[in-house]
């Protein structure tokens, strides 16, 4: 599961989330906070798409854009995305932040994205 903080912090968040989730939306700017102010927190992100099939897009394109080295840029921009996602907003928010969206497409089928949205 992708990490943000201190990989090695002492103290660990995890954090259970939906991009659709309007009460998700809001913590994301309180768990930037703790993470800025606490040099020993690690938090540990746990996609769980459960309003429906934009929340299941909008999961695998934060995992596979983890393959690119810009999972927590892209989980931020995604969470500021005001209103309901398509997959047209998704992958334009992707490419906001710099990512191969043409990779990520590829990227988000591989077997090991299937599973971890299963763990």
């Known amino acids: ?10 103290v660990t968040l995890v954090e259970f989330f939906d991009y659709q989730c309007g009460h998700c939306k809001a913590m994301n700017s309180v768990i930037q906070a703790i ?4 040099k020993n927190l690690r938090v540990v992100f746990k996609e769980l798409p459960i309003f429906g099939g934009q929340s299941q ?3 695998k394109v934060s995992l596979a854009a983890a393959k690119q080295g810009k999972y927590y840029a892209f989980h931020d921009a995604l969470l500021s995305v005001d209103g309901q996602l398509s997959e ?3 992958l334009q928010t992707a490419e906001k932040v710099g990512l191969n969206v043409a990779q990520l497409k590829k990227d988000m089928d591989n077997p090991a994205i299937q599973k971890q949205l299963r763990e």
Do not use: M, R, W
């Open 1 to 10: 599961s992708p990490v943000a903080g201190n990989p090695h912090g002492n």
């Open 35 to 38: 993470v800025k102010q606490n």
């Open 88 to 90: 047209q907003i998704t």
């Open 57 to 59: 897009y909008a999961a």
